[in-house]
């Protein structure tokens, strides 16, 4: 969709990493007639396109909103730091990816708030869109911001930013939100009188309503109730997720993203009660989606998006009820077209062999535990439920299964920890080396984990203080010494990082004008290692007068009053309070559920119906079966096309391997059946000719690819074409005969057409080319490469040159085998170093006995002389 701003956001594309994070028009985005709306949304994410695509909840958002007839929901995201110099430089304000529309000009900007880390980025975002930060600063016809996420459960460093926070399950909290804010704004309601309204949609947070009083025993600022706002403001739970089936038309990017697959939220919430986790307390309580909903949501999933990996997704998947049933279902299901499945945290003690065989049915995925702690002791302290004999087992059946690589994931500075702690994690990480040299079938590796336990707000540990940060780095550098073996790789965090976490984790609302002053001297993206800038954050803390001590190092008394106390998690404290009494004498809470409860919140009565968990109640009537792992499918027929296709328009981004995965997905999408290579890691038979630089749009590209069964040439690419993203698309489609020579043997040169930028007529065009060419022994250039300047002979690779009459210049350049001049060498080596100009592939081709042949005139053993292309 084009946009006043597309010309220039063009302009500055050439010039960003990673450009394909910012062109929009990925296959399932969601474009809708601005005016033929009531509401306009934008999802921010106040991170990377590739972690914010990957977000679960955002999917469900976007595909949520947009199946609502009277809201368009667009997406957003983090310029990188590249991008947002060029949007400042270019005075470019950050618009959506599906209309380009600037920020400020929509009704809502909802930000998802998953990170206490991307809080900077999120005054990016605000202030590149033209939105000003502050909430009072904002006016009536300025759009509304809002956030939900695991962050509203603390939301008070936010408060002066943010006119609304949504807390809770979003998916009928959204709905019941906008339509009420639409209803406000049609009966012409002023900001003031909407928020106020809003406040009374249950789950919703309006800072301004809640003004804060200093506590004098702890020094943090308490939200008072003085306005008739609700208090304490209740999270919002949805009981039946089945409700709101998972998407299955979710955005399919270009840019390869964190969790690049079809991922199925299972099932929410976690029965095991670590101690330590906000996500266990905050997403209570488990709730199941129904096998055959998952079944039919992967089921549409892969035909509408084309991606070859699903995952399973849950806090706690070996727990789901049906889990074993499931995978094999889909296993049967997946093996034929060789899509991979994975489950998401996995319990050592859920793989058994009978999920390990299901799962390598396909392709391995990386296997992941978490044993938190080195010994039982503190496993038992921060009630992991994990004894050392279930990650024992979980660790050897995953390398008799034929995984490889383990990654293990610790904590350090968890309550009552120890040196004897410490000495857990290395013994841990070497007895299970030991295990992998046993049973791995090649050499084991263990990837050791550690990150640094900040005490979060709503778990049993909130009123626990947090380790200094000397104690954290003496504690990493043990464990770095200890494990000192090629085979084990020791990961850390920065405590540093850890410790801004801490603070932005339990601070209150002092915090925003720290926010504020450390984004002005410019902090972004934080938790990217190499962006944080700790200085910065001590300096911005001084000038603003707060003390981090009395967030990170305090430690309270049960009872003690926090700054997220007004935000009701449906957990009582009383049950925090005596899971902490648990913990500190080092006695484990049994899984909780329908057998046992410990009434831990408000919703105990529907946990103890059974209705939330279907999966499970079925489990228990009947026991499992084993079943059968299907032999491996036989080896695939196969036959071979060939394609000229185009690549233009936006698409020229596209970088050679997200050109490979766009194609393989639009072929999954039309339900083409591609053969697959044999092996451990069955990849599609599609091989493309030479690599086309990013940037460089094409008319007259090439690949090959071989399917399970013939089908006409005209359907196939029919077929293809209704499911390529516009700018991608096959012009041409035949049969390749067997033992036909691949592309790359073929093709040996390039048709380009060059058009200056500051282009001289036609004539002078051709004097100038006749005058530098003629008898000329050589034409050299100095190119840059990586780092480096090297000086090129460019007539070598020249095959032909001439001006055409509209003044383009039409050029033959030899390709393949190395030392040969792009376009742009030779546009430079003729008009000057400075010279640029708008270049496009309009073909490849093969010079065979002095003629230049079209590759789809080359699909048998010897080519066809008639197909000479005119040059
Ligand atoms: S109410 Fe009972 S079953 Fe439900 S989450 Fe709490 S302890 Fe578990």
Not at 56 to 70: Q, V
Not at 158 to 179: K, N, R
Request: net charge neutral; glycine share 8%; aromatic share 8%.
């Amino acid at each position: 969709m084009m946009s006043v701003y597309s010309e220039a956001i063009e302009r500055i594309l050439p010039r960003v990493q990673k450009p394909t994070r910012y062109i929009g028009g990925e296959w399932n985005s969601v474009v809708k007639d601005p005016t033929q709306v009531d509401v306009r949304i934008a999802l921010a994410f106040p991170d990377t396109y590739e972690l914010g695509m990957s977000h679960l909840g955002l999917r469900i958002l976007y595909s949520l909103l947009n199946s609502r007839p009277d809201i368009w929901a667009e997406r957003v995201f983090c310029p990188w730091i590249d991008m947002e110099a060029e949007l400042k430089e270019s005075h470019i304000p950050l618009t959506t990816l599906e209309s380009e529309t600037p920020l400020r000009q929509f009704d809502v900007i909802g930000f998802s708030l998953q990170y206490e880390l991307n809080y900077t980025n999120i005054l990016t975002m605000l202030h590149l869109g033209g939105v000003p930060l502050l909430a009072s600063d904002r006016g009536e016809n300025e759009p509304l911001i809002i956030g939900g996420g695991s962050m509203a459960f603390n939301p008070e460093p936010l408060a002066d930013f943010f006119d609304c926070i949504l807390v809770g399950d979003g998916e009928e909290l959204i709905l019941d939100f906008l339509s009420k804010f639409k209803a406000l704004r049609r009966a012409g309601a002023s900001k003031e009188e909407t928020l106020k309204e809003l406040a009374q949609v249950p789950g919703v947070y309006v800072p301004s309503l809640y003004p804060t009083a200093l506590d004098p025993k702890t020094g943090f600022l308490l939200p008072q109730s003085i306005q008739g706002a609700p208090f304490p403001v209740k999270r919002r739970i949805l009981y039946d997720i089945d409700r709101y089936p998972f998407p299955d038309d979710v955005v399919v990017p270009f840019h390869e993203i964190v969790h690049d697959r079809v991922s199925v939220e299972i099932m929410r919430g976690c029965t095991v009660g670590c101690r330590f986790c906000q996500a266990g307390i905050i997403y209570r309580p488990v709730r199941e989606r129904s096998p055959e909903s998952i079944k039919a949501v992967l089921e549409k999933s892969l035909r509408r998006t084309g991606f070859d990996e699903v995952s399973l997704t849950s806090l706690n998947s070996g727990e789901y009820g049906s889990v074993a049933d499931l995978i094999a279902d889909l296993m049967d299901d997946f093996q034929e077209d060789r899509t991979s499945l994975s489950l998401s945290s996995l319990r050592p003690s859920s793989l058994n062999e009978r999920i390990a065989e299901q799962i390598r049915r396909v392709r391995k995925t990386g296997f992941t535990m978490a044993p938190e702690a080195g010994t039982q002791r503190l496993r038992d302290v921060i009630n992991k439920g994990t004894s050392e004999r279930d990650i024992l087992f979980g660790a050897e059946n995953a390398f008799r299964q034929g995984w490889e690589v383990l990654k293990l994931y610790f904590m350090i500075g968890l309550p009552t920890e120890t040196d004897e702690d410490i000495q857990g994690i290395l013994d841990l990480a070497h007895k299970i080396l030991r295990l992998g040299r046993q049973h791995a079938r090649r050499a084991a590796r263990i990837t050791v984990s550690a990150s640094s336990f900040i005490p979060k707000p709503h778990t049993p540990f909130q009123w626990l203080p947090m380790e200094r940060m000397e104690a954290l780095r003496e504690k990493q550098a043990k464990i770095r010494s200890g494990l000192k073996n090629p085979n084990i790789q020791f990961k850390w965090h920065d405590v540093e990082i850890s410790w801004m976490e801490g603070i932005f984790a339990k601070g209150d609302r002092t915090l925003g004008r720290t926010l504020l002053r450390a984004w002005e001297r410019g902090c972004r993206y934080d938790g990217w290692t190499e962006q944080f800038r700790y200085r910065d954050w001590v300096a911005a803390l001084e000038e603003t007068g707060v003390d981090p001590n009395r967030f990170l190092y305090q430690r309270l008394e049960v009872g003690a009053r926090h700054s997220w106390d007004h935000i009701d998690s449906g957990v009582s404290e009383r049950y925090l309070a005596k899971e902490l009494e648990l913990s500190l004498t080092s006695v484990p809470t049994d899984t909780c559920g329908i057998d046992k409860c410990y009434g831990c919140g408000s919703f105990a009565r529907q946990c103890l119906s059974g209705e939330l968990v279907p999966g499970k109640m079925e489990e228990k009537s009947e026991v499992e079966a084993p079943r059968p792992v299907p032999p491996s499918p036989p080896p695939q027929p196969r036959h071979r096309y060939r394609a000229r296709y185009h690549k233009v328009g936006r698409m020229r981004y596209l970088s050679h391997l997200e050109l490979s995965r766009s194609m393989i997905r639009g072929f999954r999408r039309a339900g083409i059946p591609l053969a697959h290579t044999e092996g451990f890691h069955p990849m599609p038979r599609l091989s493309f000719a030479s690599a086309l630089a990013v940037g460089v749009e094409s008319r007259g590209e090439y690949l090959d690819f071989e399917i399970c069964r013939p089908m006409p040439p005209e359907s196939l690419s029919r077929r293809i074409n209704q499911c390529l993203p516009t700018g991608l698309g096959l012009d041409q489609v035949a049969e390749v005969e067997t033992g036909a020579k691949s592309l790359g043997e073929l093709i040996n040169a390039a048709l380009y057409w060059v058009r200056l930028q500051e282009a001289p007529d036609a004539i002078s065009l051709a004097d100038d080319l006749a005058g530098k060419l003629k008898g000329a022994s050589h034409l050299k250039v100095v190119r840059e490469r990586k780092g480096q300047t090297e000086e090129l002979d460019i007539l070598p690779s020249i095959y032909r040159i001439s001006a055409a009459q509209d003044g383009t210049l039409e050029m033959i350049l030899r390709l393949g085998g190395s030392g040969n001049a792009r376009p742009d060498d030779v546009v430079r080596g003729l008009f000057g170093p400075n010279a640029s100009a708008r270049i496009v592939r309009q073909d490849l081709l093969v010079l065979l006995e002095g003629e230049f042949l079209s590759p789809m005139a080359c699909r048998g053993n010897d080519p066809t002389p008639a197909a000479v292309v005119s040059a």
